[in-house]
């Protein structure tokens, strides 16, 4: 039995969030072979269930979710959930908020929401596509009520309106320098994706792997970005595409066009 860890954005989905039709008939070829199939996404367990819900066909067993530190079965029981302390995510906030080109979004206790700060006002020097995701987060809090109240984080993120991946390598590079002891920062194109501290991609499957008596040669990892670094160190099983950042490309040990082709030179 194989399992396969594929990343979500910008590796199954498409840029406009849907899921062709070649990666869905690759998936269903994979499980029915009797291979275990799993969601491993620095993306909050709602936003998961919402791509889902129009693809009833693609049967995942497994969720790993904000960067490992959510580990759902297929059945959503908790198999792990660990957070980021509110101290130190105060700290986060309090770096970021009044920075007119960075967004933050946040998952604490089940919810998720957008922070009213300068970011968020959409402006003409935004892409249509940093708008719609402004958008997509209906749940919003102010600063005010953000500070106010202690949660228990299981994922933040801060993204560049601008696109700017030199602004978010360098918010990553800040983010480990002030606050390593106590959370992990992943590159996401032009995301930074921050999770409790020893939660990644690569840990959440580690568990996975353990609960089910199972080694690495059995793994399977596909994924586009640097939070997907760890799953690649977890096995030797590693794609990424052609098209991605060079430095990428060097990390995982298979590149390939689409998830179809990765699944095809699994079960060949």
């Not at 590796?11 to 070829?29: M, R, V, Y």
């Not at 320098?177 to 992990?184: A, D, I, S």
Request: hydrophobic share 35%.
């Amino acid at each position: 039995m194989k399992y396969l860890a594929c990343d979500l954005d910008g590796t199954l989905l498409k840029e406009d969030h849907s899921i062709s039709k070649e990666n869905i008939d690759a998936i269903i070829k994979f499980k029915e072979a009797g291979n275990k199939f799993i969601i491993s996404t620095g993306r909050n367990v709602d936003s998961i269930y919402d791509v889902f819900k129009d693809y009833p066909e693609i049967e995942y067993d497994y969720i790993v979710a904000c960067n490992g530190s959510i580990v759902l079965d297929k059945n959503k029981e908790v198999i792990m959930n660990e957070y980021i302390e509110s101290d130190i995510a105060e700290g986060v906030f309090n770096d970021f908020i009044d920075e007119k080109d960075v967004c933050i979004h946040f998952e604490a206790d089940g919810q998720h929401y957008l922070v009213e700060s300068k970011g968020i006002e959409c402006t003409s020097s935004h892409s249509k596509e940093i708008d719609e995701m402004v958008l997509y987060f209906k749940d919003r809090i102010s600063v005010e009520d953000l500070l106010s109240e202690k949660r228990r984080y299981s994922f933040i993120s801060v993204f560049s309106t601008q696109k700017d991946i030199e602004l978010a390598e360098k918010a990553k590079d800040l983010l480990i320098e002030k606050y390593g002891q106590g959370l992990e920062a992943f590159r996401n194109q032009y995301f930074v994706d921050i999770a409790p501290k020893n939660c990644s991609k690569g840990n959440g499957l580690r568990k996975l792997l353990e609960i089910n008596n199972v080694g690495t040669d059995s793994l399977y990892a596909i994924g586009d970005s640097y939070n997907d670094v760890s799953m690649f160190e977890l096995t030797k099983n590693s794609y990424t595409f052609h098209h991605v950042e060079e430095n990428l490309k060097n990390i995982a040990n298979n590149h390939v066009s689409s998830v179809k082709e990765c699944i095809e030179s699994i079960i060949k």
